[in-house]
């Protein structure tokens, strides 16, 4: 039965900011909410880490906050399942995301815009969504439910990128290939070679 981290906290109302980046670095640390100020999150040392740093940071704004470490008295499994909860909302949009990757690879074949310039921004799109996996996957302590969903949307993107990718190089090898003046012939047929 795993331990958790139990972070009980109350900070004042004004400046919204101050409430809203503690909310900001709970949630990055993939902490449930139990109710207004209560948080939870499987115990381990970076947990502690952060749950210790909030908890000053509330005491600092003229709050307070109680960190506490323990188990589950009780039905520990509906935690559990609240916690997955959480995850599967972040690979929801995970998934969500990568559909428009798809989407937008759709929309530059459609329109023949084979470029590196297409090319590099989708790259750098699919690197942002495995990054992101990536937290998710060291937030992901009992095996959320989409996880693997997650997986094969990630996969399915690489797949769709590295088709378009062929697609780009095609491109611009035919027009990296195109004949000079007046040698149209040859050109011709390098082209029916090639197909």
């Not at 972070?7 to 109710?35: D, F, H, N, S």
């Not at 997986?151 to 004949?179: K, M, N, W």
Request: aromatic share 6%; charged share 30%; glycine share 8%.
């Amino acid at each position: 039965m795993p331990e958790w981290l139990v972070l009980v906290y109350k900070i004042p109302p004004e400046p919204t900011r101050l409430r809203a980046g503690i909310w900001r670095k709970l949630k990055a640390a993939g902490a449930i909410y139990l109710q207004n100020g209560v948080t939870a999150l499987p115990a381990d040392p970076a947990g502690e880490r952060v749950l210790r740093s909030i908890a000053q940071e509330a005491r600092e704004m003229g709050g307070t906050a109680y960190l506490l470490q323990g188990h589950v008295l009780g039905d520990a499994t509906a935690l559990e399942v609240a916690y997955n909860a959480a995850r599967d909302e972040e690979y929801t949009e995970l998934i969500s995301r990568c559909q428009d990757v798809h989407a937008e690879l759709a929309r530059e074949r459609t329109i023949n815009k084979y470029t590196f310039a297409e090319l590099e921004e989708n790259e750098d799109d699919l690197a942002k969504l495995e990054a992101w996996d990536a937290k998710i996957r060291r937030r992901d302590r009992f095996g959320a439910p989409l996880g693997p969903a997650a997986t094969q949307a990630l996969s399915a993107c690489r797949a769709d990128l590295e088709d378009f990718a062929i697609a780009v190089y095609t491109a611009v090898d035919h027009g990296s290939a195109a004949p000079a003046k007046g040698d149209e012939t040859r050109g011709t047929g390098a082209a029916q070679s090639d197909t």
